[in-house]
Nanobody
Framework: QVQLVESGGDLVQPGGSLRLSCAAS????????MAWSRQAPGKQRELVAA???????NYADSVKGRFTISRDNAENTVYLQMNSLKPEDTAVYYC??????????????WGQGTQVTVSS
């Protein structure tokens, strides 16, 4: 079983920055895609950013130029650097990793979520 532990959520003023981290534990052969999604109160969960094993990244239009996703393959960790934060970025942020365990067993795991609040 692959478990994810997120950290880094906090209360920050508009224009501020935060860095979220998500570390995977368990026996993992490879991780294909690492991604961050978010869910604001009363809204559907939306994909914020994703990065492939080849380090190709994609972003939601709403965060392009402000957020940067990165990964540390050796540590099975994904990061989300968030700059120029806006009140509309307030949400619970979830990481999601998909890949393979030994013997080609696929996995798709979600973190428990970390709260990001942008407010003055």
């Amino acid at each position: 079983q692959v478990q994810l532990v997120e950290s880094g959520g906090d209360l920050v003023q508009p224009g501020g920055s935060l860095r979220l981290s998500c570390a995977a534990s368990g026996i993992i052969s490879s991780i294909s895609v690492m991604a961050w999604s978010r869910q604001a109160p009363g809204k559907q969960r939306e994909l914020v950013a994703a990065i492939t094993s080849g380090a190709s990244a994609n972003y939601a239009d709403s965060v392009k130029g402000r957020f940067t996703i990165s990964r540390d393959n050796a540590e099975n960790t994904v990061y989300l650097q968030m700059n120029s934060l806006k009140p509309e970025d307030t949400a619970v942020y979830y990481c999601n990793l998909s890949g393979y365990r030994p013997y080609a067993r696929p996995f798709n795991s979600w973190g428990q979520g970390t709260q990001v609040t942008v407010s003055s």
